[in-house]
C-alpha cells in the first residue's frame, strides 16, 4: 500500500491530488481545518484530520505517533505533501494586519518545518521509498509586491528544501526532497487575487488577465502534473523544481 500525508486537503489542489490519490488506491491521511468532501473508492483509505496549522506543533506530535503506529512492512512508500498555503489579503506590508502576517508564515512556513521533521524522524527506518514534496510557488523566486509574507513563506521552503535534500542525500536510504512550484491554478487562492484591491494591488489586473485569457490550469490538471513529477524515476535529483517546462 502506498501511503501519502496531504495538507491543505480540503479544496483546490489539495482536493483535486486527494481525488486522484484515492482513484490509485492510495491510503491518504488528510490535514486541513475542513475535511475534503470526497467519496472513496474501493480499495483506498482517507484518513482526516481537521486541524489548524496555524498551529502546528501538537498536529506534528500527533504525525509522528501515528506514523509509529503503522506497519512499516506493508508500506510500499511514504510521502509527505506540504501543499497547505495562504495569502494575506493582497496589499502592502504595512497595510498587512500582524495576524495575517503571522497566519501566511506559520501555516506556510513553520508548518511543512515540523511536519516535515516528524515524517522524516517517523520514517527513518522504514525500507520503502520516501518523498517529500513541499508545493512552493514562482513567488518564493521572485518577488511581487503585495505578497510579502506568501513571497517569504515559499522562499523559505525552496532554501528548506535545498538544505534538507543536502542532509537526506548523506543518508544511506534518504528521503527525496522537493520544492516544486505548481503552475498557475484556478483555485479559491487566485479568486483572491485577481478580486483584490487594484489600489492596494497593482498586479491585480495580470492576475485578472490569467483568468480572462484562459491560461490558468484546473485543480485536476494541475494535481496531474504534479503527481507525474512526484512519480519521476529521478525524484528529488533536484531539490528544486516548476512543473512549467517538465515533462
Ligand atoms: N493557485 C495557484 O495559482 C497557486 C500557484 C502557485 C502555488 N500555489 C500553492 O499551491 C498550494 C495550494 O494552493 P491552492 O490554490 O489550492 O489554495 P486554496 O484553494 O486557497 O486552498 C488552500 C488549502 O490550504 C488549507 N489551509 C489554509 N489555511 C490552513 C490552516 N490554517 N490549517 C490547515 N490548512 C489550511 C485549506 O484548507 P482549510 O481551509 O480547510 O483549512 C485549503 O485546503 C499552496 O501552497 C499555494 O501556495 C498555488
Known amino acids: 500500500m502506498h501511503l501519502t500525508i496531504l495538507t491543505g486537503a480540503s479544496r483546490g489542489l489539495g482536493l483535486a ?7 490509485a488506491g492510495q491510503r491518504v491521511l488528510a490535514i486541513s481545518r475542513h475535511a475534503p468532501e470526497i467519496e ?3 480499495g483506498a483509505e482517507l484518513v482526516c484530520w481537521t486541524a489548524d496549522l496555524a498551529e502546528a506543533a501538537p498536529v506534528a506530535a500527533q504525525l509522528a505517533l501515528w506514523l509509529a503506529a503503522q506497519d512499516a512492512n506493508a508500506i510500499e512508500s511514504a510521502t509527505l505533501i506540504n501543499n497547505a498555503g495562504v495569502i494575506t489579503p493582497p496589499a502592502p506590508l504595512a497595510d498587512t494586519a500582524a ?4 497566519n501566511a508564515i506559520r501555516v506556510g ?10 515524517f ?19 513567488l518564493g523566486r521572485r518577488g511581487m509586491a503585495g505578497a510579502t509574507a506568501y513571497c517569504a513563506a515559499k522562499a523559505g521552503m525552496d532554501n528548506l528544501a535545498r538544505a ?6 548523506a543518508r544511506p536510504q534518504g ?17 483572491q487575487l485577481r478580486g483584490a484591491d487594484p489600489a492596494r494591488f497593482a498586479e491585480q489586473k495580470n492576475f485578472a488577465a490569467l483568468k480572462a485569457g484562459g491560461r490558468l490550469d484546473t485543480p485536476e490538471q494541475a494535481a496531474a502534473k504534479l503527481l507525474r513529477y ?18
Open 17 to 23: 491530488l486527494t481525488a486522484q490519490l484515492l482513484a
Open 40 to 42: 472513496v473508492p474501493a
Open 99 to 102: 495576524g495575517d502576517l503571522v
Open 109 to 118: 512556513l513553520e508548518a511543512p518545518l515540523l511536519l516535515s521533521a516528524a
Open 120 to 138: 522524516l524522524q517517523a520514517t527513518a527506518g522504514w525500507a520503502c521509498p520516501r518523498k517529500l514534496l513541499l508545493v512552493s510557488s514562482g
Open 164 to 169: 534538507l535534500a543536502l542532509e537526506e542525500a
Open 175 to 191: 528521503a527525496g526532497v522537493v520544492s516544486l512550484a505548481p503552475g498557475v491554478i484556478d483555485t479559491d487562492m487566485q479568486l
Open 230 to 247: 512526484l512519480a519521476r524515476p529521478d525524484f528529488g535529483a533536484e531539490p528544486m523544481a516548476d512543473v512549467r517546462g517538465t515533462p
